[in-house]
């Protein structure tokens, strides 16, 4: 396999199945921009509970996704028809599988309908304990 450049920053990527973003202050920015203007609020607004949650983390874009990173991957959400998707790993998924209970969840998954209202308390709560278990 032949490594592919990226056209706009001329550095090296290993792999054609994940993006990269040369701008990576306004990467998040840009990702929400992309979305449709309803969906836009409500991506600012989990940026935002995680930002509060984990304030020493990194934004980035990774697996094309928003991602929070300290040491490692904390959460990623996404964009979807008709639901968000929060990553933050499955044994977070498992800890917090009683107050998941209303949800679609799979193995580090969470759905966060469009149709019903956004627990930020929950996805706070999932972020700081995230922080709280980072591995090293």
């Not at 928003?66 to 490692?72: A, L």
Request: aromatic residues 8%.
């Amino acid at each position: 396999m032949s490594n592919k450049k990226c056209p706009r920053c001329g550095r090296e990527l290993e792999s054609t199945n994940l993006d990269h973003c040369c701008d990576k202050e306004n990467a998040i920015d840009a990702y929400i921009a992309a979305q449709p203007s309803g969906v836009q609020p409500l991506l600012q607004r989990i940026r935002e509970t995680i930002h509060a949650a984990a304030p020493n983390a990194i934004e980035k874009i990774s697996w094309r996704m928003p991602t929070f990173w300290q040491g490692e991957n904390l959460i990623h959400f996404a964009a979807f028809k008709k639901h968000i998707g929060l990553y933050p790993g499955g044994e977070a998924v498992g800890v917090f599988a009683e107050r998941l209970a209303g949800y679609k969840t799979s193995k580090g998954a969470i759905q966060l309908p469009l149709d019903k209202p956004m627990d930020h308390k929950l996805i706070a709560d999932i972020v700081r304990w995230r922080v709280e278990n980072l591995n090293g």
